[in-house]
């Protein structure tokens, strides 16, 4: 799996992924919530639930479409009024980026990739 885009916001979050043929949106996002929730209450000792259940998905079938929802990510946290610049917020690939100095994921997208909202 490959995460090319995210951002954590207060009440939601949004991937932009790639996964192997093999696996399915259903079991790549009940392992990143199972892995999450199991991290949470190892670490942080929260016992309550982490998130609802469900998630919405979107499958990206051309670049043009995976620009579109990668500006939707990154602008999310402007969107909401948490920052007036999306490179502020701390809680996404963009100001991740920004912060290694990375240059931003601009690769050909590989068929299978999707925007999904746990």
């Known amino acids: 799996m490959v995460i090319h885009e ?3 916001m207060p ?13 399915s949106v259903q079991k790549a996002m009940q392992l990143i ?6 991290r949470a209450g190892r670490s942080l000792g929260f016992g309550g639930e982490v998130w609802q259940r469900g998630f919405s998905d979107v499958r ?5 479409d ?4 990668k500006t939707y ?3 999310n946290p402007v ?3 948490l920052v007036s610049n999306p490179k502020l917020f701390p809680f996404g690939s963009l100001y991740l980026k ?14 299978g990739t999707t925007e999904v909202v746990p």
């Not at 009440?11 to 696996?23: K, N, Q, S, W, Y």
């Not at 990206?60 to 043009?64: C, D, M, P, V």
């Not at 920004?98 to 068929?111: F, I, M, Q, T, Y």
């Open 6 to 8: 995210f951002v954590v």
């Open 11 to 23: 009440d939601h979050v949004h991937l932009l992924i790639t996964l192997p043929g093999a696996l």
């Open 33 to 38: 919530k199972g892995r999450f929730s199991f």
């Open 60 to 64: 990206i079938l051309n670049e043009a």
């Open 66 to 69: 995976y620009r579109l929802r």
């Open 73 to 75: 990510i990154e602008h």
């Open 79 to 81: 969107n909401a009024g």
């Open 98 to 111: 920004g912060v290694a100095g990375a240059k931003a994921l601009d690769s050909a997208v590989k068929d």
